[in-house]
C-alpha cells in the first residue's frame, strides 16, 4: 500500500519513555513500511547540538539510521524546540533536512509542509524570540558552548517558555487564517501540513485544505497519506 506518514511534536525527552517507546515502534512496525516518513518539527523537547553525546539522543539517532538504511527516504523540518539540528545530525541518521517552507508532490497532489509556529502571527513575543535565536552569529557561537553550559541554558529557556505560556490567550497560540491564505497562495497549492498547535484536525476552506497533526503527550499522532487522502490516526503508548 503507498502511504507517506507524518509526524510532529513528540518532544522526545528522557523524562517521558513512554513517548520514546511508543516512537521506537513506530519507527520499527510503521515507517519501515512507507515511502517516506516527514518529520515537521518538535522531535525533541529541546535539542541542544549535534555534539550531544548522551545515551538518548544516539538511542534517537540510531532509530533514524536504521530507517534510513532500509531504504526509507525520511525528511525533517525543524521546530521551535528543535532548531538546532545540523549537519552532523543528518550525516549520522541519512535524514535530509529541508527549509521552514517546503512543497511536496505527494501521489500527483501538491502540499507545503512547515512547522506551523510562523503562521501564529499574534504570537508576537514568541516571533521576536524566534528571530533573535534563528540569528546565525547567535548559533555559531551557542554551538561552541561546552555541551553542560548549553544544557544549563536550555533548561533556562525551557522554564521561560513554560512560564510564558501560562499567561497567553490559546487564540495567540494559534495560527492566522489570513496567514495561512496567504502561504498557500504564495506556493501555489491548496494543501498544508503542520504541526505546532498541538489541535489535530483537519480543516478545509474555500481556498484550501490544512491538515494540523497531533503532539505526542497522551498518545502518538501520525498523519498519513495516501493515494486516496489524508487520516489522522493515534497510537496508544
Known amino acids: 500500500m503507498q502511504k507517506t506518514l507524518f509526524i510532529s511534536d513528540l518532544h522526545l525527552t528522557p523524562k517521558r519513555p513512554d513517548i520514546t517507546d511508543c516512537f521506537v515502534r513506530f519507527m520499527r512496525t510503521e515507517a519501515i513500511d512507507?515511502?517516506?516518513?516527514y518529520v515537521l518539527g518538535d522531535l525533541f523537547d529541546f535539542w541542544v547540538g549535534d555534539d550531544d553525546d548522551s545515551e538518548f539522543a544516539l538511542?534517537?539517532?540510531a532509530e533514524f539510521r536504521q530507517l534510513t538504511l532500509a531504504g526509507v527516504p525520511c525528511y525533517f523540518i525543524h521546530g521551535n524546540r528543535d532548531f538546532l539540528v545540523g549537519r552532523r545530525f543528518a550525516?549520522?541518521?541519512g535524514v535530509t533536512l529541508l527549509a521552514e517552507e517546503h512543497v511536496v508532490d505527494l501521489y500527483g497532489q501538491k502540499a507545503l509542509l512547515l512547522h506551523g509556529d510562523t503562521l501564529c502571527t499574534q504570537d508576537v513575543r514568541y516571533l521576536a524570540f524566534r528571530k533573535k535565536v534563528h540569528q546565525p552569529?547567535?548559533?555559531w557561537l551557542f554551538n561552541r558552548l561546552p555541551l553542560f553550559i548549553k544544557r544549563k541554558l536550555v533548561s533556562k529557556i525551557q522554564q521561560d517558555i513554560r512560564q510564558d505560556k501560562q499567561h497567553k490567550a490559546m487564540e495567540i497560540m494559534d495560527v492566522t487564517p489570513d496567514e495561512v491564505q496567504q502561504r498557500l497562495q504564495h506556493h501555489s497549492v491548496s494543501l498544508m501540513?503542520?504541526?505546532?498547535?498541538?489541535r489535530p484536525d483537519i480543516h478545509r476552506h474555500s481556498y484550501g485544505t490544512r491538515v494540523v497533526l497531533g503532539d505526542w503527550y497522551e498518545q502518538g499522532s501520525v498523519g498519513v497519506f495516501t493515494p486516496n487522502g489524508f487520516t489522522l490516526e493515534k497510537r496508544a503508548f
Open 34 to 37: 512507507c515511502d517516506a516518513l
Open 59 to 61: 538511542k534517537i539517532q
Open 91 to 93: 550525516r549520522r541518521t
Open 137 to 139: 552569529w547567535l548559533q
Open 193 to 198: 501540513i503542520h504541526g505546532h498547535t498541538h
